[in-house]
């Protein structure tokens, strides 16, 4: 078995491994998400391309890919983005061996990080790695049926938001990651809101419903910017909430959303703040 960066031509068996060990790992831990996550053929090969252009991708071959790994560095933290194994060859060392080429290629970083399934050995995995949870990310979804009217100072997230996205991303986040706001932004409808002329904070929705990413400058400013979300979305709608964010579980639960399942991000020191944020997928965080 070898262990070597991807290149474009890769990407489309990658997303077949994706698929299929996906599949085994949401039927085996997370039957309750069956329907939810998405598992079209060559749907997340866009995630891939950014991925391979702003961090770095790894195969591992033996001798078609077996299983492959990415990650990012944003501010000098890093962040595992992809960590996936064929099931038949689950237990075999390859999650192992591909972390550990990963975490050599973010030497140096300040922090890692990750969000994890509930896929027991992952979670050993990362706590090998000197990654411990800092919170639980609490999927909650509703029909929106009746979504809320907007508040008060909401308006399209530009690119000339980039400063004061920044600033608000390093405060609850731990790292600026404008190459990802210009991803997002070119597949995701962003929301600034603002009080008396200044910004709070901003959103994330998807055409498919999902929100995220999200982050305010208080956790009085959450229930904004889940209102403005829901209003955005007019429709079946998925949150990721941090499980210490009170104000946006509270928010959601008033509103008659539930949690479906969960994951749980672990780094190796205290990074970011999850009262103030919404998670957007495990991929990007």
Known sequence: MRIRRAEPPDLLSLDELFIKAAAYLVERYRPDQIGHISLVPG???PLYEHLLRTGAVFVAEDPGPVGFSAAVIRDG???LSQ???LPERHASGIGALLLDETLGWGRGSSAFSVVSSPHPPAQLLYLRASMFPLWTIHEMTGSDAAPPEPPEGVRPLEGSDGSWVDELDREVRG???PEDHAWWRGRAHGLAVERAGAPVGYVYVSDGGRVGPGAARHPTDVPAL???ARHAAAGPVTFSVPSTNWAALS???RSGFAPFGSTTFMASRPLGDGARYLSGSGALG
Request: glycine share 0%; charged share 30%; aromatic share 16%.
């Open 226 to 228: 889940v209102r403005a």
């Open 175 to 177: 790292a600026a990651r």
């Open 251 to 253: 928010e959601l639960v």
């Open 43 to 45: 749907e997340r090969v």
């Open 83 to 85: 960590l996936w194994v």
């Open 77 to 79: 933290v890093w962040f």
